[in-house]
């Protein structure tokens, strides 16, 4: 089932070409939701956009335009209002048609895109023997989020976690190892570093402190680079351990990605090299091969030059993520390629991007985004740090939201004298915690920075994830108490009569429009908004209109309307990477 404004396009379009002839087949319709009942549920503005081609008044071609326009099936007679606009008003019964169809459908009638892509999202890409801060956690659950919404529609989605798993640091942390444990690369399988970040701030002070040490991790850097048999195993032994305190996280999260670090492309960075010198784009400068950039300037007001190998013959960040790029074009076969990586990088990307066009690599029918997010910051409106100055580690933020969802969750059965078990409790708890951290994140707009809080992301009331949550809850608490089996109410007549039933219909039926928003621009917090008020809608319908105590059919038709509700949000949190729970 295409989506209403889809249906209303459709027809205006058919409209134009009546009234105006062929020429204007390919005109857009230029229609839209209004969300304001004075006017009506979707508005047309295309008399005004066709006034000066036609040479007629805007309210003119707007009555051209009814005259050929055939929506009766869809809307009440369209009206028109103000300078030309054409306002819409959606029938209930066909609002009841619509949700009718949907009963039965596993994805609520959202057909799989008829165009699907090949779509790389390289999202998280913590570095190893790091530990995974608050700043791994917006690209970590914004790119999840995209990746469902894109998976969702169909396309093949390529979860690339893009580690930072190679470099001159690794000399320093090999040489470390091998003077604190001289044994690690005989009993590699059972040794255990313990603490990676306080190994790699100790290795940072020795290397700091004692001159032959930075030669020792120098010589080290060599010998991996070369492919040193055994300064390789200990790079593994690092990469490994790393590796799963990474993925502890990523469970939690319930976060699935396919690691392809900067070492897989090592092999790749000579022939980038060779690539653009024989494309005529590497310039030597001050022994360093490199690409001079379009547009951007030195403080000299030189042309600024893009480092691609370096006068020790080393390579850059930007020479590993050409040939990423090149790899994810040329081999995986993508063709869209989405990083979701700090707004700070934006200039990074913009220069890789431009080389990658004028080396041949990035063509016009291949699409290479930036998605940037802004800073995590704390109550006081700085960066979130912890009351000692330091980066606040992410398992340490989720377990803070946890143990306060818990406790929370304690007040409320204690207040309510309910009884319920360890098991129960701690289920919700993690459940809440991990899931208000999610949505609070989420809901934001990505671009910008917010305000870390867990007293806001944990309340019941307004939009967070406890909030709708409950809303869930709500539903599976009518069919607990009214023994309903949602499932048996396929194909039932529904009826809308009371304007909160309307108002949660036409939202139901918009969901497929915010998805693919939210695949075109790449905004889960559009998401967010769309569920948020699906609860309010929901919860305005459930305090205005009786359910259980009503005659039929009424009563079959509002269960109905609790369950597609209930549905909704599950499917809608779930594209965010939010499990429901049945009760809290």
Not at 87 to 102: A, D, G, H, T, V
Not at 156 to 171: A, E
Not at 244 to 257: A, G, N, S
């Amino acid at each position: 089932m295409s989506s209403i404004l889809k249906q209303l396009q459709q027809q205006f379009s058919l409209a134009l070409v009546a009234a105006f002839g062929e020429e204007f087949a390919s005109t857009d319709p230029l229609l839209a939701p209004t969300n304001n009942p004075k006017f009506g549920d979707y508005q047309a503005n295309l008399a005004m956009s066709l006034a000066k081609p036609l040479k007629q008044k805007p309210r003119d071609i707007a009555t051209q335009l009814i005259e050929a326009l055939d929506v009766s099936d869809l809307c009440f007679p369209p009206e028109i209002a103000g300078p030309g606009f054409i306002n819409l008003r959606l029938k209930p019964e066909f609002l009841q048609s619509q949700l009718q169809q949907i009963q039965g459908s596993d994805r609520l009638g959202i057909a799989p895109t008829p165009h699907p892509e090949t779509v790389v999202v390289d999202f998280s890409s913590p570095n190893i023997a790091k530990e995974m801060h608050v700043g791994h956690l917006r690209s970590t659950i914004i790119g999840d989020a995209i990746a469902r919404v894109l998976e969702f529609q169909g396309h093949d989605v390529r979860r690339l976690n893009h580690v930072g798993d190679w470099g001159t640091q690794f000399g320093m942390l090999i040489a470390y190892l091998k003077e604190v444990y001289p044994n690690a690369l005989t009993q590699a399988d059972a040794l255990d570093i313990g603490d990676l970040v306080s190994f790699y701030k100790q290795a940072k002070i020795r290397f700091d402190d004692d001159s032959q040490f930075q030669e020792q991790a120098r010589n080290n850097v060599v010998k991996l680079q070369s492919g040193d048999a055994e300064t390789r195993q200990a790079w593994k032994l690092l990469c490994d351990q790393s590796r799963r305190e990474f993925q502890k996280i990523y469970d939690r999260l319930d976060v699935d990605l396919n690691e392809r670090g900067e070492s897989f492309y090592n092999d790749h960075l000579p022939q980038v090299v060779q690539d653009l010198k024989d494309g005529g784009l590497l310039v030597e400068d001050q022994g360093a091969q490199c690409v001079f950039l379009e547009g951007y300037q030195n403080k000299e007001g030189k042309p600024q030059p893009l480092i691609i190998q370096k006068s020790n013959g080393g390579y850059n960040y930007a020479t590993t993520d050409l040939a990423a790029l090149r790899y994810r074009i040329q081999e995986d076969g993508a063709t869209r390629i989405i990083y979701v990586v700090d707004a700070g990088q934006g200039t990074h990307f913009a220069q890789v991007f431009q080389v990658a066009q004028r080396a041949g690599w990035l063509p016009e029918n291949v699409e290479a985004v930036h998605v940037p997010f802004g800073l995590v910051q704390g109550e006081d409106g700085k960066k979130l740090k912890t009351r000692a100055g330091e980066t606040v580690r992410l398992k340490d933020l989720l377990d803070e939201a946890v143990n306060r969802a818990r406790m929370d969750l304690q007040t409320r059965i204690e207040a309510e004298e309910r009884s319920e078990t360890p098991e129960f409790i701690e289920q919700v708890a993690e459940g809440v915690g991990i899931s208000s951290v999610k949505y609070a994140d989420l809901s934001q707009n990505r671009t910008s920075n917010y305000v870390f809080s867990y007293d806001k992301m944990l309340s019941l009331q307004g939009n967070t994830a406890p909030y709708l949550l409950y809303a869930y809850v709500r539903v599976q608490g009518i069919s607990r108490k009214g023994e309903i089996d949602f499932e048996e109410l396929s194909n039932c007549q529904l009826i809308l009569s009371q304007e909160t039933e309307l108002a949660l219909a036409k939202h139901l039926l918009s969901l497929s429009e915010i998805l693919d928003e939210v695949a075109q621009e790449l905004l889960p917090n559009r998401l967010c908004q769309y569920l948020f008020e699906l609860s309010q809608k929901f919860n305005q319908f459930y305090d205005q209109c009786p359910v259980l105590q009503v005659e039929e059919p009424l009563r079959t038709s509002r269960l109905v309307l609790c369950d597609l509700s209930a549905r909704t949000l599950k499917l809608g949190l779930s594209l965010l990477g939010i499990t429901v729970l049945e009760r809290m």
